[in-house]
């Protein structure tokens, strides 16, 4: 099989990214477009989603994990004598190239037993990522670009909408950007507030998240990592750069609750 072309630090440096929203001019005034965000929880069950845990085939809910209840998805460990390393995902049915997401958490509760110290009051929303159905069985988390939800511990800073790159990497800063997880410029939310994140895609061109309207963190050119076994797979049958992909929320051991999950389609300009 030839082998695909990889990206140079050349071209990734001479990458310009695109101008987005500039201001108009002053004597000519605009009129905002109507946003028609199209909701993908549906608030009364699971419809469109699917559920992948480790060591379990795709579409079992391990223990009874994720359920809805008064208009909420919620992630709850009662069933569980201790978490056993059940990373799970709940993946939407299609995938997405450009959109801005906007997503509604918050955590609840104490951490489930045997979880890792760093998932207390951790969990996410994963974009850009492969099939759930193209996932090792035992895989613990989807090749994909994760959206990492934080929340305080009630004394020390904790940023959340940071990054974390699952069998992936993208260009930060004008480099390629091999580091694991990188924090946003968010203030901490501590105690078990809502808190809304959005995040704006457009296909491999530019990644940025956003808190109350304000950009906490922007990035380009998503792109699987040929150094991950999983990601290595992958491109034996697609291109480096991920311009499109699935969406998944985390179960990662502490209890969390989603109260929104809604996708503002955008035009590939």
């Known amino acids: 099989m030839t082998s695909l ?12 990214p695109p101008a987005v929203n500039p201001d108009p001019p002053v004597d000519q005034p605009t009129e905002q477009p109507r946003e028609e965000w199209i909701p993908l929880f549906n608030g009364r069950n699971l419809d469109g989603w699917k559920l992948k845990f480790t060591g379990c085939e795709l579409g079992q809910n391990y223990l009874d994990t994720v359920r809805v209840e008064d208009g909420v998805m919620k992630i709850t460990y009662e069933n569980y004598d201790s978490f056993g390393g059940r990373f799970g995902h709940i993946f939407y049915q299609t995938p997405f190239s450009d959109y801005r997401l906007r997503v509604e958490y918050r955590f609840v509760g104490q951490q489930c037993p045997g979880g890792p110290g ?36 009630g004394t020390n800073e904790r940023h959340t909408a940071n990054l ?19 924090d946003s410029t968010s203030k901490t939310y501590h105690g078990d507030q809502w808190v809304t994140v959005e995040v704006e895609v457009r296909n491999h061109e530019l990644i940025r998240h956003l808190i109350d309207g304000k ?25 480096l750069l991920l311009d499109e992909g699935y969406i998944a929320l985390q179960a990662e051991s502490h209890p969390i609750e989603f109260r929104k999950v809604e996708i503002l389609p955008l035009k590939n300009e």
């Open 118 to 153: 760093w998932a207390f009051r951790n969990s996410g929303v994963m974009i850009h990522s492969q099939d759930p159905a193209s996932m090792r069985r035992d895989q613990d988390f989807p090749v994909s670009i994760e959206v990492q939800f934080l929340g305080g511990d």
């Open 164 to 182: 974390c790159t699952p069998g992936t990497h993208v260009v930060y800063k004008d480099q390629l950007h091999t580091q694991h997880c990188t």
């Open 5 to 16: 072309p990889m990206l140079t630090l050349a071209s990734l440096l001479n990458f310009a």
């Open 215 to 239: 950009a906490v963190l922007e990035y380009f050119m998503p792109q699987l990592d040929p150094g991950d076994a999983d990601a290595k797979k992958l491109l034996e049958t697609r291109e």
